[in-house]
C-alpha cells in the first residue's frame, strides 16, 4: 500500500479492500459491546507481575459487565482476554497478520483479523467507552496515543485512558509533563487525561463510573446502552 503510486485500477482494487476490511469488522463487532479495550505488550509471557495485571483488569471488566475487547494476541492481550473468560464475560480479539508474534490467543469468544493497521485501531476505538493501557512497546504507544489524539481532537468522546503499572508508565507522563508541556506543545488536560493507577479494581471502578454517569450505560450485571452515542 505504501509503495507509492499504483495504476488507478490498482488503486481502487486497494480502496475496495479496506472498505470491505472494515465492513467485516462493523458486522462482526456491531453487538458485542459495551466494550473497555485493553492495550499492552505481546511479549510479557504468563507467570511476569504484568500478565496477572492483565488477567485481573480483563476478570474485572467481565465481572462488570463489559466486553473486554485487545488486539487478540499473545503477552498482555491474552492475559486480559484470559480473564474475562475466565468470570464468564465477553472476550474479543482484533488481531492484525504479521509475520510473527501476533498468533490469535486462545481465549477469545470472537476474532477478527485484520490486513490494514489502521482498519484495526478503528475497531479497538469504536466500540469502546474506555481505554487501559497496561505496559508495551511501539504499538502500544501507537494504538495510546493515537486515541489520546482522537479524544484530544474531538474526534470522539472524553472516554477514560488508564495506564495501569505506575512504575512503568510514571516516567513517561512525567516526560510528557516536564519537556512537552513545558515547552507548550500540549495542554495541561492533555496529561491530565492519562490516569495512572496500579489497582485494577480501582481502574474498572473509575470506568464503570463514568461509563454509568456520562456515556449512557444502565447498571447490572451485564451493562447495556441506554442511548445511542451518535458520532464518535
Known sequence: MLEGPHTRRHELQQALRIFAECIRGFRALHFV???VTVF?????AEGHPYYGLGEEIGERLA???????TGGGPGLM???NRGAKR???RSIGCNILLPKEQRPNPYLDRMVEFRYFFVRKLMLVKYSYAFVALPGGLGTLDELFETAVL????KVKQFPLVLLGADFWGPLVTLLRDRF???NTIDREDVDRFVILDSPAQAVELIRERALREFGLTDGPRAKPRLLLGER
Open 33 to 35: 459491546g459495551p466494550c
Open 40 to 44: 499492552g505488550s505481546a511479549r510479557f
Open 63 to 69: 465481572s462488570a459487565g463489559l466486553t473486554v475487547v
Open 78 to 80: 491474552e492475559a486480559a
Open 87 to 89: 468470570a464468564g464475560g
Open 151 to 154: 479524544i484530544q481532537t474531538g
Open 181 to 183: 508541556l513545558a515547552a
